[in-house]
């Protein structure tokens, strides 16, 4: 060992198999990740044992374990853990879809609720309220639409000779200004109940979210999060370009084509299962990336950090304004503006803007 990495922290490694495959290590990113879930889970269990009928996390974890009152179990299993695990999935598909789409676009600020996803996904809902009516199954699933149809519409807009990442994100900006005001006409045509009902959902709320929220959405990440992280790879080399990522084998088009279909898919459940939470996207993967302190799209860190920052607003819209519960949805877009203003003024310290 040298006199200059004496006493410095190990940095990345690759570990080679002989079968030719090689995996990344790093040491900080893999200590940041478990620390990063273990907040999340201790909050859940905090959340679990918040309310009308407090518990100890003790007593949370001795119910969850089998070993409550009839009581206990049917408080943590039937009312409040619901509510925690679609916090937690949501975090986590929100997370992985702000950390794919920053690193396509190869900019911080190429979120997929600032270039038009959660406002399209808001219009599918808004539809299905003001014009057809619907129930909360139909609403789900009008978000799930309008937000699959909102990213075909911006990747094909954005397309000219492949989907550059500066384009993505003035095509998705723009797309996102036009479907706000298409939501806005929407609540100008609704009756005062319908319109009453559609502000509530745009906010973004955890209120009431059960096991029929919670089982799709766990199905949704089951299978759409391995999809991204069988793509790690391809989609480190394309933060590099797509010229770098060509000379090194990826197949470029393909590979951002299902990259950015998963994640249009992830942001589209989580939306359906939640309502359009604000900033979590945009600020989950560059807050992972601090705490990991590695470049890359840090996929698994910002599923945790999403996860963290999820219910811990959670928690705050809770337990911080007494008897007066928040949605989840303005605290994340509190702290998520003043995130966003933080990000513009260092990128323009930096010259990026």
Known sequence: MSVLSRGRPPGPRAIRTPGG??????????????????????????????????????????TLLGNGTAAQEFIVT????????????????????????????????????????????????????VVFKGGAVAVAGGALIGCLLTGVAVYFLAWKRGVQGYRLVLVGIGAAAMLTAFNHYLLTKAALVDATRATVWMTGSLDGRGWEQAWPLLAGCLILLPLVLGHGRALRMLEMGDDS???????????????MLSAVMLIA???????????????????????????????????????????????VAQQAFGDSQLPVGVVTGVL????????????RKAGRI
């Open 245 to 259: 990522a060509y000379a090194l084998g990826v197949s470029v088009e393909r590979s951002r084509l299902v990259l």
């Open 78 to 129: 039937d009312l409040r853990m619901p509510r925690v695990v679609v916090a937690l999935l949501v975090g986590v598909a929100l997370g992985v879809s702000g950390a794919v789409f920053q690193s396509l676009s190869r900019n911080p600020l190429g979120s997929p609720d600032v270039i038009g996803f959660g406002q399209g996904a808001t219009v599918g809902a808004l539809t299905v309220i």
């Open 336 to 347: 998520g503006g003043c995130y966003l203003l933080w990000l513009l003024v260092t990128e």
């Open 21 to 62: 495959f090689s995996v990344r290590l790093d040491p900080r990113a893999l200590l940041a990740m478990p620390l990063l879930a273990a907040v999340a889970l201790g909050v859940g269990i905090v959340l679990i044992g918040s309310g009308d009928f407090p518990m100890s996390a003790a007593d949370v974890v001795r």
């Open 269 to 315: 459940v989580a939306t359906a299962a939640s309502g359009p939470i604000a900033f979590v996207a945009l600020s989950a993967p560059q807050l992972a990336r601090r705490v990991t302190g590695s470049p890359g799209p840090n996929v698994g860190a910002a599923a945790c950090m999403g996860a963290a920052l999820l219910v811990v607003a959670d928690w």
